[in-house]
């Protein structure tokens, strides 16, 4: 049974239609208890004796795998509505749904207007054609005449930037001017619902500027609704003025933007935890001799670094963690972490190779803390790695282990404080402030009046 949330973290902006008055908006995609299944081949018949004696037998040579599964949700004009779910939860079928590409088994789907899909790049374009050949035809494919394309078409060519190479065939053209065209023919498309699915990161990064500004614009036009699929939980909190979590082909949560995140990403964090412990355990039952995790050995068999409490933490709260180790040589040893930031990419921070020395061999665990009061929202992994001194050099150490892959440990900061989360440090962290040329250049001034 689908969750509701509605628990606003902070004002919608300056978009038209937000949390506090979709309500007052009509319906224009309304879909109700919607379900859909496939057929999967088990036993292919040779011929019609052979489907006769399965057919006597009971054998339907097929098995049902269920997508969906009573899908019902509505969505108002002038929404900018989110869907998110992990991989083969059933998001792409139900746009293609909703785009009228596949048909339910059950259930009904009712809209109202002009819909304009956008599920994947470059769908009915040919490379044959030229630019402006494909832009007609694609315009065509999506329910619009020749003279409605022509209405359209200089709006495309600007936003795709590609007006001298409009007339060059699309083989010519290099993956990323496809991509931009085929982009610029949905979003400029004047339709009344434009579906996108998984298409946020097209381009390089001056147009995927052109494309944050379109959609900015466009939460602010009441007239137009968009229904985006993404795994990029910064975007739904950006643009989505509701989102909906599907989850096995189920609503599992349907409501506010930021609650809808935090229940995706929690989701995610509890399959990786549950995909690691069938790893370990097929590592463990493993019969040919011993296995070892990636970068382990039988000097360290056991170093591993995982969340305490919880893998997500606000601002205000300290993510604490435990390193679980085995070490039975002789001698000093050490641990050292590295923080990775998985969006941005990049080590955020590093403890060096001697800051912490252990005092005990053999199988323990310790345990740390560490502040995120610092960072915007993001997605973090802690590498350990046991280290001993090198024996010539007392500054340098040499890696016996480190905690990858399944070891190591992942966790992620959400906080509602943060507006934006492009950059890693928030604003609480760090700002720019304008100063007067007096106080940049006080002293400098001075100096030149006395000399």
């Known amino acids: 049974m689908a969750q509701y949330v509605t628990d606003v973290t902070r004002a919608d902006g300056d978009e038209a239609v937000g949390m506090h008055n979709y309500m007052d908006q009509p319906v224009v995609l309304d879909v109700e208890h919607v379900e859909k299944w496939f057929k999967l081949p088990t036993e292919q018949a040779s011929g019609l004796k052979q489907a006769f004696i399965n057919w006597t037998r009971g054998i339907k040579g097929y098995k049902e795998q269920r997508v969906l599964k009573d899908i019902t949700f509505q969505v108002h004009q002038g929404e900018f509505f989110g869907i998110v779910g992990r991989n083969g939860g059933g998001k792409s ?40 050949e494909n832009v007609y035809l694609n315009g065509a494919l999506l329910g619009f005449t020749p003279e409605e394309v022509d209405g359209m078409y200089d709006d495309i060519v600007e936003f795709a930037e590609l007006g001298e190479f409009m007339d060059q065939k699309l083989k010519n053209y290099s ?3 496809q991509v931009r065209l085929a982009f610029s023919v949905a979003i400029k498309a004047q339709g009344d619902i434009l579906v996108l699915d998984e298409v946020l990161a097209v381009g390089d990064e001056a147009f995927q500027r052109k494309c944050d500004d379109f959609f900015t614009q466009i939460r602010k036009d009441p007239t137009k609704t968009v229904i985006l ?9 950006r643009y989505c003025t509701r989102a909906m979590f599907i989850e096995d082909g189920e609503v599992a ?24 412990a069938e790893r370990r355990k097929r590592l463990e039952t493993e019969e040919d001799g011993v296995v070892y995790p990636n970068g382990l050995n039988a000097r360290c068999p056991i170093l591993r670094t995982y969340p305490v409490d919880k893998a997500m933490v606000s ?19 050490y641990l050292a972490i590295a923080m990775h930031d998985i969006r941005r990419g990049g080590i955020t ?61 992942t966790f992620v900061v959400r906080d509602k404080r943060n507006t934006s989360n492009y950059a890693l440090l928030s604003d609480r962290a760090m700002t720019i402030v304008p100063i007067s040329p007096e106080e940049a250049l006080g002293e400098t001034a001075e100096e030149s009046t006395v000399a």
Do not use: W
């Not at 699929?229 to 909190?237: F, G, P, R, Y």
């Not at 409501?255 to 690691?276: C, I, W």
């Not at 709260?317 to 040893?333: N, S, T």
């Not at 665990?365 to 915007?376: A, C, D, G, Q, R």
């Open 175 to 177: 993956s990323g001017m």
């Open 253 to 276: 949560v349907i409501g506010d933007k930021a609650s809808v995140a935090e229940r995706y990403t929690l989701s995610n964090l509890e399959a990786e935890r549950q995909e690691q």
């Open 349 to 409: 921070y590093d403890t060096g190779p001697k800051r912490f020395k252990m005092e005990q061999h053999g199988h323990h665990t310790v345990y740390f803390e560490l502040p995120v009061e610092l960072f915007n929202d993001g997605e973090f992994r802690l590498l350990t790695s046991l280290r001993i001194p090198q024996p010539d050099n007392d500054t340098m150490t040499d890696a016996v282990a480190v905690a990858l892959d399944d070891n190591a440990c």
């Open 93 to 132: 079928t139900l746009l293609k749904i909703i785009s009228q590409i596949y048909m339910p088994n059950r259930g009904k789907v009712s809209v109202q207007g002009k819909l304009v899909p956008f599920i994947e790049l470059g769908v009915g374009f040919n490379p044959e054609l030229t630019g402006r």
């Open 315 to 333: 601002g205000a709260e300290r993510f604490r963690f435990a390193v679980e180790y085995q070490y039975d040589e002789p001698g000093d040893f």
């Open 229 to 237: 699929v993404t795994h990029d939980m910064s975007a739904v909190k």
